[in-house]
């Protein structure tokens, strides 16, 4: 349903200023018809779903399927946005002065002093479309300040209501004010009657269905075009996190108003999940967080056997997956191109078995020159480095390199630890010094293959998933209890991008990675009594303490953090 608010400059062209285009303001469906219909929604993700990642992510899918993906900004805090000229300048990079001399800007005269802007980076309509900008916010004018700076540079702007850590509890924002309907009322409806784009909105599910319904229509009737539902608790976070509730989702979208858009969110390990959630949820799309940044490609359709590139690596078991180097050089070429507006260094063909292995002898030579004198190595990087600290303080894109790096090559890491330690002494926005870490990252993965070629599973033997003993292992079915089943589907060798598998909470707290309080452990151990309980019959008594029991577990989900996502 289209209102009388007008979009102020949707449509603008690379690398021009030309005037606003003036469109209507649509709403629900009918403005995520407008954006394309998009099936697979990149997550807003705490300081890592900035616009290089994004465009890395994008980089994998054709041309024609761009409109397929839309792509969420990391989480601003609306009220440093709205007030803070820096804070907006280091986190959103959606235009720069235009100061050429030809017909696509006016250049700064001494009569017109401020030049005009063009379209740089976030939200470009040429490269960065369709985006969703999310803010946290308590404050519904805050909100609106800060959605209003935004709104000439993205397709809607995104409430977080589904955000579960402490700093979230601290402020008073996320997940934290779903105990507050009226509020979240309030700064919804407030950009939906204001804001010149549509507003939509990210929640988690609450503690009963009917619960979980009341909250997903008051979100709706306040004015939100779209509606994502993380199928966790809030207190479903860390190693307690558990499996989303797929069920819960597929039960809203029969309530709901079939005009309702509705995305899902969780259980993406691969490419393949994202069409089994849409199936299971009954969901528009589908959204992606570690997953991504496990396997940036994770929205893209794996090539059939055969028609594989030199990125793509397939197993003699048939299965494979983009190959960390790969990955690499993309998103250093991006960086290279549009962080530091700098041409990306010319590089060789990604090696694959029988090429010819001269180049790692010059590869030799550059790790030779790890040894040189470090004041010379010091005056070396002050000469070749980034532009200058400035630029790279600026840049939200060099500040996230290397958690995205430690997240591209974890697995990697866990076999070649010289290649985890430099990464971890690495600066953000060197990128002379990730450009040596890719090298390191190229010979090793070229090592690996010449080793695979010649042996097969051979070199992974003794892993059950890897190894030569791999097909007479059991089948593990995937389920709530056992993440075996997981890492079996998903494992691949260590130079091919994959996701990160937590441990399920029984295996986490079995394990350890959880422990129990003093206090929790007392609740435990007098619960000790159940089985002597039920033998005299006192079944009441039972249910109480099994009830007790489940309770501290809760409590202790409730202390455990996790600081990768917004929720």
């Known amino acids: 349903m289209a209102t009388t608010t007008e979009a102020p400059t949707a449509g603008l062209e690379a690398g021009t200023s030309a005037p606003a285009v003036i469109r209507p303001k649509l709403h629900g469906r009918a403005f995520y018809e407008s954006i394309g219909s998009p099936k697979y929604i990149l997550a807003p993700m705490v300081d890592q779903s900035e616009f290089a990642w994004r465009m890395l992510s994008r980089s994998f899918i054709p041309a024609s399927e761009q409109r397929n993906l839309v792509a969420y900004t990391p989480m601003f805090h609306a009220r440093l946005y709205k007030d803070t000229e820096n804070y907006r300048q280091c986190h959103f990079q ?102 010149p784009i549509p507003v939509t909105a ?158 790692m002898e010059e590869m030799d030579r550059a790790e030779a020159e790890q040894d040189e004198p470090e004041r010379k190595k010091r005056r070396r990087d002050v000469t070749n480095g980034p532009k200058s600290a400035k630029s790279r303080a600026l840049s939200p894109n060099y500040s996230a390199m290397q958690p995205h790096m430690f997240h591209l090559l974890r697995h990697f890491v866990s076999k070649h630890t010289d290649v985890r330690d430099l990464l971890a002494r690495s600066r953000a926005g060197d990128l002379e010094a990730y450009e040596r870490i890719l090298s390191m990252v190229e010979r090793k993965v070229a090592e690996g293959l010449i080793e695979y070629e010649a042996r097969g599973a051979e070199m992974f033997a003794g892993d059950e998933v890897l190894g030569p003993e791999a097909d007479a292992a059991e089948v593990v079915e995937e389920d709530g209890e056992s993440s075996r089943g997981a890492v079996k589907r998903c494992k691949r060798p260590w130079w091919v991008v994959q996701p990160i598998i937590r441990p399920l909470p029984k295996e986490a707290m079995a394990k350890g990675a959880v422990s129990l309080s003093k206090k929790d452990k007392a609740k435990l151990k007098a619960a000790g009594n159940v089985e002597a309980a039920r033998e005299e019959g006192k079944d009441e008594e039972v249910k109480k303490n099994e009830e007790k029991e489940d309770q501290s577990v809760q409590e202790k989900v409730l202390e455990t953090d996790d600081k990768l996502l917004a929720g």
């Open 202 to 359: 990210k929640i988690r599910i609450l503690d009963t269905r009917a619960a979980t319904l009341a909250y997903a229509r008051n979100v709706l009737a306040a004015g939100a075009s779209i509606l994502t539902v993380h199928g966790r608790l809030r207190e479903q976070k860390g190693h307690l996190t558990g499996l989303a509730d797929w069920e819960t989702i597929r039960w809203l979208r029969g309530q709901l108003p079939p005009e309702t858009v509705l995305f899902a969110n969780g259980n993406i390990l691969q490419h393949s999940d994202l069409q089994r959630a849409l199936d299971a949820t009954g969901a528009d799309g589908v959204m992606s967080a570690e997953g991504n940044l496990s396997d940036p490609a994770i929205f893209s359709r794996p090539p059939d056997p055969g028609t594989e590139t030199r990125e793509y690596w397939r197993g003699k078991d048939g299965k494979g997956g983009y190959r960390v180097d790969a990955v690499m050089r993309r998103y250093m070429d991006i960086l290279h191109k549009y962080a530091a507006g700098q041409d990306p260094p010319s590089r060789r063909e990604l090696f694959v078995p029988g090429d010819d292995t001269a180049w």
């Open 94 to 195: 959606a235009v720069r002065p235009d100061d050429s001399n030809d017909a696509t800007g006016t250049a700064a005269t001494p009569t017109n002093p401020t030049p005009t802007t063009k379209p740089w980076l976030d939200g470009n309509p040429a490269i960065d479309r369709p985006l969703f900008v999310q803010f946290c916010a308590n404050d519904p004018d805050a909100l609106l300040g800060a959605a209003l700076k935004v709104a000439p540079y993205c397709d809607a702007v995104d409430l977080n209501l589904g955000c579960p850590q402490g700093i979230a509890k601290k402020g008073k924002y996320g997940a934290f004010l779903q105990e507050d309907q009226d509020l979240i009322f309030k700064l919804i409806n407030t950009l939906h009657k204001n804001l």
